[in-house]
């Protein structure tokens, strides 16, 4: 068989014999070749083989390698697109400016490539991926275009030669048709099978699928190749089923026919059961059918469990549209006539599987291949829905159709033509439809039992999950492309089905109010029902919104209106509603009332539509308006607690309802079609709906008790505030009633703004945009910036002293609280109710500070815009008598002090009055004369115009009240004087409502007695509208429920009818109102009222509102002027007023009970601040020059006393004893600051590239552990551990809060912080606490010593005695050693050391001490644990705190005393602990430093044996560490004189030692004549202070050890170009001696109180010199020595010890000579300014240890090391790299910057906390999980304060958020 042989020969030479032979004219025979070949090749039986695959790469290649291959065919790439596909958290970028298409996305590559300067870009991650749209330019601009795809490679592409993809041509087919048949093989329905067998196949397959995928990546012509492959439909009709014989491909392809079967929307056999339903409805209107097959399966599903009931519920409403014109396969099943048909089958069956998505994908820059998949796309998206319902991964899924079809459907031209070609629109109407009908359940609202009505269910999987958001982002996607949506607004048939899909959101997630237990389980099925209404209705109408913008698309607006009315009408029928809706039922979803509002407002706004051709009748709009207000009295109950018992889920509905994303969507709509409705109603009716509504009804009464059925008392004030607000509101608000875009944007902004200040970010996300996302109408575009400037001033992001980061954040200007400030807004817009408080606050605040008002104002009245004129009709509301009587009864209550009213009504009040008199009806002629109406329903106000019945005075009201009410005691004494009988009316009303009637006149004067019914009035006015509009009245008007409400038990006593005396007008109601507010007698006058400018009374309280009303009202009215002069001067005259009743009285004295109140709160709040303030002073770092008391111990005190210290925990003060020691509160920490020194003060760079690198190697940890390591190769171990100090990397760091507290009481507090569980951040057990004073964090107590605080008196007086004595006396000292543990002191002998509490305590701390650090930064000897090493450790701890010290003071003493780290410093205290615990070791006096110093030995060489090692020569040794060394093991108190002597001698050995280091760094040369100039001066007098007498004499000392100088001569000389002046010399020599004096001169500070003056850089040689008692000159440095023996002797005794070390290499001893002891303060790294710079080159960059990318990237700050956060892969022993990172670069202090967050984290010990960021926005915000994307800059302040924070060892302090993190990080 020819295969077979074909078979055994090696793959390249038959590829390339095939491939000859195919290239004859006669192929026939290389054809059968190949077909065998590939038969035997190509098995899919045999499943998936590597071989299969090696086999198909040569053939292609066709005897070339295949990488030649690749690159060939890449050289005819002609594609103008890039086309990138990329998966989930690729991070990509968006151009605002650039983009046509919103959805448009670029990779960073031609990101960066393009020019996007000063564009509107952000970065992202993306969600469900997506691919690079450069080079396509139909979604975005060309000017975006990188430079790649700018050219249109296209043309100058050569054709590609026909041989070269002819192998592809041949192979390619059957390889496809393989992968096919493993899919159809390992497709087991979900049923039969787990889903696990799926993932197998596809892995199986992974190889094939990612060849398929290289080839798409080899550019154009092998797409082209790929197109023609897989759209042919022959060659997919020859290979699908396989040829006759084969059995396999035989059964392979009935599996696949089985597979088809089920892929229809309607199953084969449902469709012979349904067909000739379907058929005989096509015709009638699909809407009418939606109604009566709603109702008909309802009773199908009765039963709940009967699936198939709802199957027929899915079945009969799926009609076919009209059958005719649409194409009826949208349900059928699928056929398929290509490759790619069945490939993408098989794609949606396998759910989508990353990889073929990411194949199909590819192909796409081709642009036949686009077309063609589009539309198959298109003909599966029935199919693609089904399968995404049954899906368990239903997220994943969703994201990767998303993935696809954006792509597809962004592109506007693709979308119309599939539009056109396939009923695109049909087809996704039709799917959504039939998806949501699967969750479908009876709607409850209004009639449960009758209800028609059905709505989805939000409890379903496809609501909660969201589902069905592919699907709806596709429809919105399409819908923003105007032909698209066009088509779609011009197919009624598509429209009615459209309306029908909305009416399945209508009335969803029905709320019923509890009123006896707690509802048990909160449902949270709201989120559900929202987002549902927001993307599914609310976005798709957003999207035609914007088509509907021009006069041209009137038809539009008109069609979709009447459908919407239409619609609601069966609606209104299907839930049994007539005129009143169901009570504590609450449903937040009308979408249907919310589209026809919303189309409402767009005609009549931007389409010049008239409004009354739009809407319905009367009938229609009182039913229209019943939901929408039902709503918005709710909102009042929920926040009056009425729904208190459904638990907190009802709140977060509320709030979700004005919430920005919503508000929009939601109650704008509602509150604007409330407008319309009002505009057109009767007002009277519309008033007492709304107060019936609110349920406030029975409180409008002027008797002083009423009885409420349906509220609880502490209910009504609420409940009445919200109905006034909601009034206010609807008569104010002109969001939809004529407001610009421009206008309104302003609006939100001041309102937002004026709660709080904003960043630029919230302010964004607060502003209701235009919320569909592909409108184009981004937030964003210039308007809003400019807008934003106009009316906020930008703050920049500053510091807090407690270290809390602010944000850039924007502030109102001024003029916008003082002219745009709109209370109103502010309260539509608040979704907490504090927020109005803060905005009230914060306008008070500004009118303090500007001086306009000091008080408490009261919300400003803001002018309106004019109202459009559509909407006039709104303004009648103000001028109806309903609403006059409402406001006069509440003025009356008010100012009777009746209850439950309160400045909020009032407030309310003239709000309304206001806005009454400031929008007049036009078309009311008389304004004087009271018009007498024929029909005056009540006698209460002659007319309708507010401005006249102001005036209007009214005698006596009718009420009815309880027997138990003060007016009938009242009315019984009257009855008593004058026996008349009482009035014997009967009440008609029904109970409980406070129905004023007239009854019989038994008296003339009360045939005036007013009376009125809200509800009877309502009923009145429905009932004429019904009559009008020729209804029967009998259906129309249900029996009123309200007889049979529920009353509370216990029988509520009698009501009787009453008469009240009023005599009192609105006016004069008001002017009583201003006197009782002002609490004085004639506060007005009218000359006053006139001088009233509106315009400066627009800010102010109570009084400046009723002044400015008044002055309104007399302007504008002769009559009301007349009015009020009578009113003031009736006034005028001191006469107690007519109503001085007690309550009036008890009103006055509450007044002054309450000022008097507020001052006595005033006076304690000031006390309590200025205790707070001195707290402050105290505890705090504040930078104030008081040093802490506790510090100062001593130098202000009398000679001898003791120290008293405070203990925080008892209050008790007394001195530190030996039985009771004190202690003060530590905070131990390992620092590594110290190490991290380099010489160089310009910090190091972080590097970005790969050539920047950083180099360890130079710090000052690192130079002295090679320092210590290179001395311990040569010398004594012990004498090499005196010589050096450790402590830089992981040194113990002591600082104190200044608080003290007795040892015993810290204990007892310890365990009872250990018993009490809830403390959270620090860990007890560690020894870890908070001071008890100042919270401040801390972890031990270090003890004070008993007796005086400082060395006073003896120890400080200055003596007299010659420096040789002193050194004997100091030598003296040092022999005592030996006599420790027991010391004497000069007062008092102490007890043995051993026994005491404070020996205990001591010993304890020094434990403390060695814990706080790791091991490896204690053992440096080399044998661990031995004395020496301890000794080193202990005297280290002192040099780390007191180099430490100096770095916080600057890193020099200029400053003087006053420093922030002088207060945390408790260096006094830290010595003698450290002193007590050093005298335990004593030093071998042999080896004792203190003689080599001071005495002139003779040659010891014979003493040491041959094998031991020589002690360190004094020349190498560390100097400072020498003076703590000598000042820790001498007795304590140390004499002053003494401490100098030790000074002076340890000054003489520092010098040398700089002469010697820079005798180093000179040239032979300079060295010959420097030696010279020194042997010339030795003679003269003074000599031992020349220095060049002294370096000569070193250099010539130093030369004797011959290879000093040698060997690195041509190094050193090649460093120091320039030659030495004198003038360098000196100043060099000074350097070199500073760190030490600094160090001498602090030790001195702390342990005798000496001030550090402050001083000018220059002179702090000379002046830390003389304070020192150097007598030293400013001249020169050598001027300070004094010598005790003669000074060349001494010198040449140092030096002979090096030049002894001839077996040392010459090269190290010469290393070990040049210390220089000055370092550069400690830096952070150098970071770039961008952020991108570092986030490119770093969150792709792979980890050093496990060689993969990081999830969560992270970078050492310190030092630049690059580490994996919470990365498992780098791990040892279970902590993770960051842990250990912090661990070994900062000893347990770590600071790390994010990558992926531009966040940095701080580590400090067990515990972290996120620190904030240091890179901020052009806004001054931090973008935390670079969410925005937008560009970031480093900002230099916060940056500094982190490294202050570090370098300050105060991150625990400044920082609240820690949590532990378990090794995790």
């Known amino acids: 068989m020819m295969?077979?042989?074909?078979?055994?020969?090696?793959?390249?030479?038959?590829?390339?014999?095939?491939?000859?032979?195919?290239?004859?004219?006669?192929?026939?025979?290389?054809?059968?070749?190949?077909?065998?070949?590939?038969?035997?090749?190509?098995?899919?039986?045999?499943?998936?083989?590597?071989?299969?695959?090696?086999?198909?790469?040569?053939?292609?290649?066709?005897?070339?390698?295949?990488?030649?291959?690749?690159?060939?065919?890449?050289?005819?790439?002609?594609?103008?697109?890039?086309?990138?596909?990329?998966?989930?958290n690729f991070v990509a970028y968006r151009c605002r400016t650039c983009g046509i298409s919103p959805c448009m996305s670029l990779c960073a590559e031609c990101f960066n490539n393009g020019d996007h300067t000063g564009h509107d870009?952000?970065?992202?991650?993306?969600?469900?991926?997506?691919?690079?749209?450069?080079?396509?330019?139909?979604?975005?601009?060309?000017s975006g275009f990188c430079s790649r795809h700018r050219l249109k490679t296209g043309e100058n592409v050569p054709s590609v030669p026909r041989?070269?993809?002819?192998?592809?041509?041949?192979?390619?087919?059957?390889?496809?048709?393989?992968?096919?048949?493993?899919?159809?093989?390992?497709?087991?329905?979900?049923?039969?099978?787990?889903?696990?067998?799926?993932?197998?196949?596809?892995?199986?397959?992974?190889?094939?699928?990612?060849?398929?995928?290289?080839?798409?990546?080899?550019?154009?012509?092998?797409?082209?190749?790929?197109?023609?492959i897989l759209t042919n439909q022959q060659t997919f009709k020859e290979l699908s089923m396989g040829q006759e014989e084969n059995v396999y491909a035989k059964r392979n392809y009935e599996k696949y026919l089985s597979a088809l079967k089920s892929s229809g929307l309607v199953s084969v056999e449902e469709k012979g059961a349904g067909a000739g339903a379907a058929d005989a409805s096509a015709g009638a209107g699909a809407l009418s059918l939606l109604g009566a097959t709603a109702a008909a399966s309802l009773e199908d599903s009765s039963k709940e469990e009967d699936q198939d009931g709802l199957q027929g519920v899915g079945q009969r409403k799926r009609v076919k549209l009209s059958s005719s014109t649409k194409d009826p396969s949208i349900m059928d099943t699928l056929k398929h006539k290509c490759f790619l048909e069945e490939l993408l089958f098989w794609t949606i069956k396998y759910e989508f599987p990353q990889k073929m998505v990411t194949f199909l994908l590819n192909m796409l820059p081709d642009q036949d291949y686009k077309i063609t998949f589009t539309k198959t796309f298109v003909q599966h998206y029935a199919f693609i829905m089904k399968t995404l319902m049954k899906s368990h991964e239903s997220d994943t899924m969703s994201n990767r159709i998303v993935h696809i079809s954006v792509q597809l459907f962004s592109n506007e031209e693709l979308a119309r033509h599939v539009t056109e070609e396939c009923q695109l629109l049909d087809i996704m109407v039709t799917v959504l439809l039939y998806m949501m009908e699967s969750c479908l359940i009876k709607s409850e609202l209004q009639d449960e039992e009758n209800n028609r009505h059905v709505v989805v269910n939000c409890g379903e999987a496809l609501l909660k999950n969201n589902t069905y958001w592919p699907l709806v982002s596709d429809f919105i996607n399409i819908l923003s492309h105007q032909s698209v949506a066009k088509r779609f607004l011009e197919d009624h048939s598509l429209l009615l089905l459209w309306m029908s899909f909305v009416s399945f959101f209508q009335g969803m997630n029905l709320n019923k109010r509890e009123l006896n237990e707690h509802v048990e389980f909160e449902s949270q099925t709201y989120y559900a029902a929202f987002a549902a209404e927001l993307e599914a209705c609310a976005q798709p109408m957003w999207g035609l919104l914007t088509h509907c913008k021009v006069k041209e698309t009137q038809e539009y607006t008109k069609t979709v209106v009447r459908y919407c009315l239409e619609t609601l009408q069966m609606w209104f029928d299907a839930i049994g509603f007539v005129d009143e809706p169901a009570l504590n039922q609450l449903t937040f979803h009308l979408p249907l009332h919310r589209y026809y509002a919303m189309f409402l407002s767009k005609g009549v706004k931007c389409q010049g539509l008239d409004l009354d051709s739009l809407l319905p009748d009367q009938e229609m709009l009182m039913k229209i308006m019943v939901h929408p207000l039902q709503i918005q009295a709710s909102l009042s109950e929920i926040h009056s607690n009425m729904w208190v018992r459904n638990g907190l889920q009802i709140k977060g509905q509320a709030m979700t309802y004005v919430q920005s994303h919503f508000c929009n969507s939601m109650?704008?709509?509602?509150?604007?079609?409330?407008?319309?409705?009002?505009?057109?109603?009767?007002?009277?009716?519309?008033?007492?709906?709304?107060?019936?509504?609110?349920?406030?009804?029975?409180?409008?009464?002027?008797?002083?008790?009423?009885?409420?059925?349906?509220?609880?008392?502490?209910?009504?004030?609420?409940?009445?505030?919200?109905?006034?607000?909601?009034?206010?509101?609807?008569?104010?608000?002109?969001?939809?009633?004529?407001?610009?875009?421009?206008?309104?944007?302003?609006?939100?902004?001041?309102?937002?703004?004026?709660?709080?200040?904003?960043?630029?970010?919230?302010?964004?996300?607060?502003?209701?945009?235009?919320p569909n996302p592909k409108s184009g109408v981004v937030p964003g575009s210039c308007s809003f910036e400019e807008m934003l400037s106009a009316v906020a001033d930008f703050k920049a992001p500053v510091f807090e002293p407690g270290g809390s980061m602010q944000q850039g954040m924007y502030t109102p200007k001024a003029e916008v609280w003082e002219k745009e400030f709109d209370?109103?807004?502010?309260?539509?817009?608040?979704?907490?109710?504090?927020?109005?408080?803060?905005?009230?606050?914060?306008y008070a605040a500004f009118l303090k500070q500007s001086g306009v008002h000091t008080g408490n104002p009261w919300p400003p009245y803001k002018e309106r815009t004019p109202l459009h004129p559509c909407y006039k009709g709104l303004v009648r509301l103000l001028h109806c008598k309903t609403l006059h009587i409402v406001i006069f009864t509440l003025l009356y209550k008010i100012w009777m002090d009746h209850q439950n009213m309160s400045e909020h009504v009032l407030c309310m009040v003239l709000y309304l009055i206001e806005l009454g008199l400031d929008n007049q009806i036009q078309d009311d002629k008389v304004e004087e004369e009271p018009s007498i109406e024929e029909h005056c329903h009540d006698s209460w106000f002659p007319g309708t115009s507010l401005l006249s019945n102001l005036h209007h005075v009214i005698n006596f009201v009718r009420v009815r009240v309880p027997e138990t009410a003060p007016e009938v005691e009242r009315k019984r004494e009257r009855e008593r004087e004058r026996e008349t009988p009482p009035s014997t009316s009967s009440e008609s009303s029904t109970f409980g409502q406070s129905s004023r009637r007239l009854t019989g006149n038994w008296r003339e004067n009360l045939r005036e007695a007013q009376v009125f019914s809200l509800v009877a009035e309502r009923r009145r006015k429905f009932q004429e509208i019904i009559n009008r509009s020729n209804h029967e009245a009998s259906q129309a008007v249900r029996p009123k429920s309200s007889s049979s409400r529920w009353l509370p038990p216990g029988s509520p006593p009698q009501l009787v009818t009453e008469i009240l005396e009023i005599r009192e007008s609105m006016l004069s109601l008001l002017v009583k109102l201003h006197q009782k507010l002002s609490a004085k007698q004639n506060s007005l006058s009218l000359s006053s009222l006139a001088e009233v400018d509106p315009a400066h009374h627009s800010h102010g309280d109570g009084l400046t509102a009723i002044e400015r009303i008044l002055a309104k009202a007399a302007a504008r009215s002769r009559h009301s002027k007349r009015c009020l002069q009578e009113i003031c001067g009736?006034?005028?005259?001191?006469?107690?007023?007519?109503?001085?009743?007690?309550?009036?009285?008890?009103?006055?004295?509450?007044?002054?009970?309450?000022?008097?109140?507020?001052?006595?709160?005033?006076?304690?709040?000031?006390?309590?601040?200025?205790?707070?303030?001195?707290?402050?002073?105290?505890?705090?770092?504040?930078?104030?020059?008081?040093?802490d008391a506790v510090m100062d111990m001593g130098s202000a005190e009398p000679l001898d006393s003791e120290v008293l210290y405070d203990c925080v925990i008892c209050g008790q003060s007394g001195p530190s004893t030996e039985d009771r020691p004190t202690g003060l509160v530590v905070l131990l920490q390992a620092s590594s600051v110290l190490g991290h020194r380099c010489r160089s003060d310009t910090p190091k760079r972080l590097p970005t590239t790969d050539e920047e690198h950083i180099y360890p190697e130079d710090t000052c940890g690192a130079t002295h552990d090679v320092r210590l390591s290179l001395m311990q190769r040569y010398f004594k171990d012990s004498s090499c551990l005196q010589s050096v100090s450790i402590g830089w990397d992981g040194g113990v760091y002591v600082q104190t809060c200044g608080h003290t507290l007795h040892i015993d009481c810290h204990k007892s507090y310890m365990e009872s912080l250990r018993n009490d569980q809830v403390l959270q951040g620090f860990s007890v057990d560690k020894g870890e606490f908070t001071c008890p004073l100042c919270r401040q964090f801390a972890n031990s107590v270090l003890p004070c010593r008993p007796g005086r605080g400082m060395e006073t008196g003896a120890w400080h007086t200055p003596s007299n005695k010659s420096m040789s004595t002193l050194v004997k006396e100091v030598e003296d000292l040092q022999e005592q050693l030996g006599i420790f543990p027991v010391r004497a002191s000069l007062k008092q002998r102490e007890p043995i050391l051993a026994e005491s509490n404070l020996s205990k305590e001591m010993e304890s701390v020094i434990k403390d001490i060695k814990n706080t650090t790791q091991k490896k930064y204690m053992d440096y000897g080399k044998n661990p644990g031995s004395p020496d090493n301890d000794f080193l450790f202990m005297y280290s701890v002192a040099r780390t705190n007191l180099e430490l010290e100096l770095v916080h003071r600057g890193g020099n003493l200029c400053s003087g005393g006053a420093s922030a780290a002088a207060k945390r410093s408790c260096l006094n205290q830290l010595f003698h602990v450290l002193a007590m615990h050093m005298r335990l070791y004593s030093i071998d006096s042999a080896y004792n430093p203190w003689t080599r110093l001071t005495q002139s030995t003779h040659s010891r060489d014979t003493e040491y044996c041959d094998d031991e090692r020589p002690e360190v020569p004094m020349l190498f040794r560390d100097v400072p560490s020498l003076l703590i060394i000598f000042i820790l093991t001498m007795p304590q108190p140390l004499r002053k004189e003494h401490f100098t002597c030790v000074v002076k001698v340890l000054y003489s050995l520092q010098y040398t030692q700089a002469l010697a280091a820079l005798s180093i760094r000179f040239s032979r040369e300079e060295r010959l004549a420097w030696s010279n100039t020194g042997a010339a001066k030795k003679n003269t007098p003074n000599s031992d202070k020349s220095w060049e007498s002294l370096l000569g004499h070193v250099i010539s000392e130093l030369t004797k050890a011959k290879d000093v100088y040698d060997t690195n001569s041509e190094e050193t000389f090649a460093l120091s170009s320039s030659v030495w002046s004198p003038q360098s010399i000196k100043f060099s020599l000074q350097q070199f001696c500073l760190p030490f004096l600094r160090l001498s001169c602090l030790l001195q500070h702390h342990l005798y109180g000496d001030s550090l003056p402050g001083c000018l850089v220059d002179e702090e040689f000379s002046l830390l010199a003389g304070g020192l008692g150097l007598?030293?000159?400013?001249?020169?440095?050598?001027?300070?020595?004094?010598?005790?023996?003669?000074?060349?002797?001494?010198?040449?005794?140092?030096?002979?010890?090096?030049i002894a070390l001839s077996d040392t290499p010459t090269q190290q001893s010469a290393s070990l000579l040049v210390q220089d002891p000055q370092w550069a303060a400690p830096r952070l790294l150098h970071l770039p300014d961008n952020y991108n710079t570092i986030f490119q080159y770093y969150h792709r960059k792979s980890c050093t240890s496990c060689g993969k990318t990081p999830k969560d990237p992270a970078l050492c700050l310190v030092c630049g090391a690059f580490v994996c956060l919470k990365g498992h892969c780098c791990k040892q022993q279970g902590v993770c790299e960051c842990v250990l990172h912090s661990q070994h670069c900062g000893a347990a202090t770590g600071i790390f910057l994010l990558i992926n967050a531009s966040v940095i984290i701080i580590i400090r010990g067990h515990r972290f906390c996120l620190w904030g960021s240091v890179y901020l926005d052009a806004h001054g915000e931090e973008d935390r999980d670079l969410r925005r994307g937008k560009p970031l800059y480093l900002c230099e302040e916060r940056y500094r304060v982190l490294e202050q924070q570090w370098v300050s060892h105060t991150f625990d302090h400044i920082n609240k958020r820690w949590g532990p993190h378990y090794n995790g990080l």
Not at 47 to 73: I, M, N, Q, Y
Not at 667 to 689: E, W
Not at 823 to 842: E, N
Not at 1671 to 1698: H, K, M, P, R
């Open 3 to 88: 295969a077979a042989s074909l078979l055994r020969r090696d793959k390249k030479s038959t590829a390339a014999h095939l491939k000859a032979d195919l290239k004859r004219s006669d192929n026939s025979s290389g054809l059968r070749q190949l077909q065998e070949l590939l038969d035997s090749v190509l098995n899919a039986e045999r499943g998936s083989d590597p071989e299969a695959l090696e086999w198909c790469k040569w053939l292609l290649a066709g005897g070339d390698g295949f990488d030649d291959f690749c690159r060939t065919v890449r050289s005819y790439d002609n594609a103008t697109l890039c086309g990138l596909v990329w998966t989930a």
């Open 163 to 228: 041989d070269l993809l002819l192998m592809s041509e041949m192979v390619l087919p059957r390889f496809i048709i393989t992968i096919i048949q493993y899919l159809r093989d390992g497709y087991t329905e979900p049923e039969s099978a787990a889903d696990r067998d799926l993932q197998k196949v596809l892995q199986q397959l992974e190889p094939h699928i990612s060849f398929l995928e290289e080839l798409t990546k080899m550019g154009g012509a092998m797409r082209t190749v790929l197109t023609k």
């Open 823 to 842: 209370p109103i807004m502010v309260i539509l817009r608040t979704v907490y109710r504090r927020d109005v408080q803060s905005a009230m606050d914060r």
């Open 667 to 770: 109650i704008d709509p509602d509150i604007y079609l409330l407008q319309v409705c009002a505009s057109r109603l009767d007002p009277d009716y519309f008033i007492s709906s709304v107060f019936e509504r609110f349920k406030v009804v029975d409180l409008l009464t002027m008797a002083s008790q009423h009885q409420n059925a349906v509220l609880d008392s502490e209910q009504e004030r609420p409940m009445l505030e919200g109905a006034l607000t909601f009034l206010v509101i609807l008569c104010s608000l002109r969001i939809h009633l004529g407001m610009s875009d421009d206008e309104i944007l302003r609006a939100e902004m001041v309102s937002q703004l004026c709660m709080n200040d904003r960043t630029h970010s919230s302010l964004l996300d607060l502003i209701p945009e235009n």
């Open 1671 to 1698: 007598a030293g000159s400013v001249q020169s440095s050598a001027a300070c020595l004094e010598w005790n023996i003669n000074a060349f002797d001494l010198i040449s005794q140092w030096c002979s010890e090096v």
């Open 121 to 142: 870009f952000n970065m992202f991650r993306s969600q469900a991926g997506g691919a690079c749209d450069c080079g396509d330019g139909n979604v975005m601009r060309e």
């Open 1130 to 1187: 009736k006034v005028c005259p001191p006469i107690p007023p007519k109503k001085n009743s007690p309550g009036d009285k008890k009103s006055m004295d509450k007044e002054e009970r309450r000022q008097r109140a507020r001052e006595r709160q005033q006076k304690l709040l000031a006390e309590f601040a200025s205790r707070q303030k001195s707290f402050m002073e105290t505890a705090m770092d504040v930078e104030s020059p008081e040093t």
